[in-house]
């Protein structure tokens, strides 16, 4: 398969001030790209992008991604979207705006520029799976009309016009299911399970286990899944996914819980609260695909990964 070289090249990443946006960003720089950072700071940070001040190949704009956009540039990575269910149901019109309005803005974009453009999709696209790994073919479980749906639907009409766009105007998309992914720079409050387990232990408050905490999610390192994203976007224009972008180790909520409290001890309890609507019951990624087409699979076990993050928020926690 023909590999593409975006060395020097400018690249657009939007929601670059937020958790996978920041970490894309370090690794474009790295590899010598010049890097246009677009973000409306919904619930990103600019401390995320604070030790990029001055660099000579990065460039922050403020902008909202419902409103079109005309700059010039070699790539785009459309990452724009509150990602944590706490977020995105706090305005749900919002969010559906962003992921379609969004999508169509950077997708006409892509096509003026003749540009190759990716989909931060995600795994709620399965929505509550009866497949189980979820295997890209599966076409998934969504309700339309509940609390989750502002986000997963918006995501899977995003998938719609990413693949439209593409049979219809020739546009390079390349469309990835990202599955829950963790690490240093989530937003400590933002409700996801990863970074509300380790602040609620760091602060010896008690540990908030919705339901029985037999629901199961499978966990990325967010180094592994950048490497995911760039693997992609090197590959050839052949290759549109969607594609499955996460780690297949499968773990409890309560397993996760106790891995927590163990690595950080403390007087935190395990309490039960209620499950929330249409949450999951399980999910784990298949990235068969990913490892066949990309050569790509996640390194980081889960123990290493909660290690580094947990010494990230104890900086957090410890600055107030
Ligand atoms: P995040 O909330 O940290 O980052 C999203 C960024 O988008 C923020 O900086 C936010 O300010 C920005 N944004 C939101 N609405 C915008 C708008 N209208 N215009 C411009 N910028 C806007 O979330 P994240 O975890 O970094 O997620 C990034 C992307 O990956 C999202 O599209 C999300 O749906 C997808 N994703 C993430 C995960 C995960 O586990 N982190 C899983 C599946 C999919
Ligand atoms: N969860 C939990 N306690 C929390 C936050 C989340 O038990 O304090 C559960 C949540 O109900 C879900 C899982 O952890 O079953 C993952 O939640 P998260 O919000 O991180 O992501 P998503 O549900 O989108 O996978």
Not at 94 to 121: C, D, E, H
Request: with cysteine; glycine share 8%.
């Amino acid at each position: 398969m023909a590999q593409r070289n975006y060395g020097r090249t400018r690249v657009l990443v939007t929601g670059g001030a937020g958790f996978l946006g920041s970490h894309l960003i370090d690794r474009l720089l790295e590899r010598g790209n010049e890097v246009l950072c677009v973000d409306n700071l919904f619930t990103g940070d600019k401390s995320n992008i604070d030790h990029l001040a001055g660099h000579p190949r990065f460039e922050f704009m403020r902008h909202d991604v419902t409103f079109p956009l005309f700059v010039e540039v070699d790539a785009i990575y459309n990452l724009a979207c509150p990602a944590s269910p706490v977020h995105y149901q706090h305005d749900p019109v919002q969010t559906t705006k962003t992921s379609v309005i969004g999508a169509i803005n950077m997708l006409g974009l892509a096509k003026r520029l003749r540009v190759p453009i990716f989909q931060a999709s995600t795994s709620e696209v399965y929505g509550d799976p009866s497949v189980h790994p979820q295997p890209e073919s599966y076409w998934g479980n969504v309700n339309p009309i509940g609390i989750r749906s502002c986000y997963d639907e918006g995501k899977r009409c995003a998938e719609t016009l990413f693949f439209d766009y593409h049979r219809q105007n020739k546009v390079d998309v390349k469309v990835a299911r990202i599955f829950n992914t963790y690490g240093p720079r989530m937003h400590p409050s933002d409700g996801r399970v990863v970074s509300n387990f380790i602040v609620q232990a760091l602060r010896g408050e008690d540990i908030t286990m919705y339901g029985d905490g037999s629901q199961t999610r499978s966990f990325c390192y967010v180094d592994d899944l950048i490497a995911g994203f760039l693997a992609f976007m090197d590959a050839g224009s052949e290759l549109h996914g969607p594609i499955n972008i996460g780690n297949p180790v499968e773990f409890t909520i309560r397993e996760l819980a106790e891995q927590v409290l163990a690595k950080i001890g403390g007087p935190s309890k395990l309490v039960q609260q209620p499950l929330p609507q249409d949450d999951p019951l399980q999910r784990k990624p298949d990235i068969s695909q990913a490892r066949d087409t990309l050569g790509w699979e996640p390194k980081v076990p889960l123990t290493e990964g909660l290690d580094r993050t947990i010494a990230y928020f104890r900086k957090v926690v410890a600055e107030g």
